[in-house]
């Protein structure tokens, strides 16, 4: 009973073990099927020679780390499945890989054909150079237009020098009918004549050209020996007249007062004179009185103005000449002064 009972069982031993063999066979036959290169070994096929960079599909190389997600699942525990590098279809997976053309850390140049930027030297900046203006007004030859308003640099007086031989300044031509007296200018009168204007403004634009010729000659920049010598040109005649008006008009009015005192007694006298002689000598001597006291009237009129006039030409001409001198350097200092400063 015993021995049967143990044939039963050793029966039934045998079909459950039949039975859970022929699920696993069908599950690696399966897997063989679809994964047919992984019981291939690389001694097996001499033909076949791996590459670097590549490995099997369905494995995973030593070291590497599975990628969720990509459809590819480690074969551990299947006979062959050993890793095999060089073989086809393991872009998704970790490993030597073939070498690249690019090199790490080195952008590839643009290849599109646009402008490319010129060279730039750092710190250097292109001065801006201002575009000559050309003027509205005729110029006579040798003449040039009065400059543009411009930003002038000061003078640098460790940069001056003794005087050197430089090209002469230009004189400034103004514009028809206008009066200008270095930076002075002003529309001219219809009273005053070309043939009186016009050498007034080439006397006074030559006196101009030779202050800034000597300005540029000692080391002044150009616009500032401009500035320097129209407002020095224009200060000096300023000032002059202003002297002269100041010194000359007083001392022409002290002047013509004694002058006039005097003018008077001998204008008096000498008509007086007169007329008692050219009224006189026809009458037989009867109508030189009455003749005498209109000459003396007539006489002390004219002498009166002449001497006046005499007076204040002796004492004020000589003092409007010391007067507009004196005004005249003043002012041209001032002028230099302020040419050099602003």
Do not use: W
């Not at 039934?12 to 291939?40: H, M, Y």
């Not at 507009?324 to 040419?339: E, Y």
Request: with cysteine; proline share 13%; charged share 5%.
């Amino acid at each position: 009973m015993t021995r049967r009972h143990r044939q039963l069982n050793s029966g039934a031993a045998r079909r459950a073990i039949v039975v859970g063999v022929i699920p696993l066979a069908l599950a690696v036959a399966c897997s063989t099927a679809t994964d047919p290169q992984s019981a291939t070994s690389p001694s097996a096929s001499p033909t076949s020679q791996p590459t670097p960079g590549s490995q099997a599909p369905g494995t995973t190389a030593p070291g590497a780390t599975t990628i969720p997600g990509n459809g590819s699942q480690p074969s551990a525990g299947r006979p062959g499945a050993a890793t095999q590098p060089g073989l086809p279809g393991t872009d998704n997976l970790t490993g030597p890989s073939a070498p690249h053309s690019s090199q790490p850390g080195v952008v590839a140049p643009a290849t599109d054909n646009g402008p490319r930027p010129g060279p730039v030297q750092p710190g250097v900046t292109t001065p801006n150079r201002p575009q000559a203006t050309q003027p509205d007004y005729p110029v006579p030859a040798n003449f040039r237009p009065i400059p543009a308003p411009e930003a002038t640099p000061g003078i640098n007086f460790q940069n001056l020098h003794a005087p050197t031989a430089v090209d002469p300044v230009l004189p400034i031509a103004p514009p028809p009918r206008t009066l200008r007296i270095g930076a002075f200018t002003t529309p001219a009168g219809d009273n005053i004549p070309d043939n009186v204007l016009v050498p007034v403004n080439d006397g006074a634009a030559n006196v101009e050209a030779g202050i800034a010729t000597g300005l540029n000659s000692v080391g002044i920049n150009a616009s500032r020996s401009d500035k320097i010598a129209g407002l020095t040109v224009a200060g000096a005649v300023g000032g002059a007249v202003a002297g002269a008006a100041l010194a000359g008009v007083p001392f022409a009015l002290a002047g013509a007062v004694p002058g006039a005192v005097i003018g008077l007694g001998v204008g008096t006298t000498a008509g007086a004179i007169i007329g008692g002689i050219v009224t006189g000598v026809p009458s037989g001597g009867s109508a030189s009185g009455p003749g005498a006291l209109a000459g003396a009237a007539i006489g002390a009129a004219v002498g009166t103005a002449a001497g006046a006039a005499a007076g204040a030409a002796i004492v004020g001409i000589p003092a409007a000449i010391a007067g507009g001198v004196i005004g005249g350097v003043l002012g041209g200092a001032a002028g230099t002064a302020f040419g050099a400063a602003v």
